[in-house]
């Protein structure tokens, strides 16, 4: 019975709007990941070889875009948690209409620096 609500309440969770976080006038602020997601990571626990997620990660976003929404477990984790605080950062999704690299190549290639840029 109680695995049969928490499938109920994660379903209604996964239909619910997106809350998106305040930013200053004009900024692009972000979606949640989870809520509107075109790619998806699932992140295996790696123990003390965690750091060979970024580069990995880093290849990914080069390669086929932004990683909106991931879950993991154990030190898959923590890597959920940095790659979330990348997406959400507001440097990574402004940027002058001006300049060139101001396209979802150029979010896409910020958010593989910030993820090469994570220190063993």
């Known amino acids: 019975m109680g695995t049969l609500v928490l499938l109920v309440v994660l379903a209604m969770l996964s239909t619910a709007a997106p809350a998106t976080a305040a930013g200053r006038s004009g900024d692009y602020v972000p979606?949640?990941?989870?809520?509107?997601?075109?790619?998806?990571?699932g992140v295996r626990g790696n123990?003390?070889?965690?750091?060979?997620?970024?580069?990995?990660?880093?290849?990914?976003?080069?390669?086929?875009?932004?990683?909106?929404?991931?879950?993991?477990?154990?030190?898959?984790?923590?890597?959920?948690f940095i790659l979330e605080s990348i997406w959400a950062n507001p440097d990574v999704h402004n940027c002058r209409n001006d300049r060139p690299g101001c396209n979802r190549r150029g979010r896409d290639a910020r958010m593989a620096l910030l993820l090469k840029s994570v220190v063993g």
């Open 31 to 41: 979606e949640r990941p989870a809520a509107r997601s075109s790619t998806c990571a």
């Open 47 to 80: 123990g003390q070889n965690l750091f060979a997620h970024y580069g990995s990660l880093a290849r990914h976003v080069e390669e086929y875009g932004a990683i909106t929404c991931v879950a993991g477990g154990s030190s898959g984790s923590i890597t959920a």
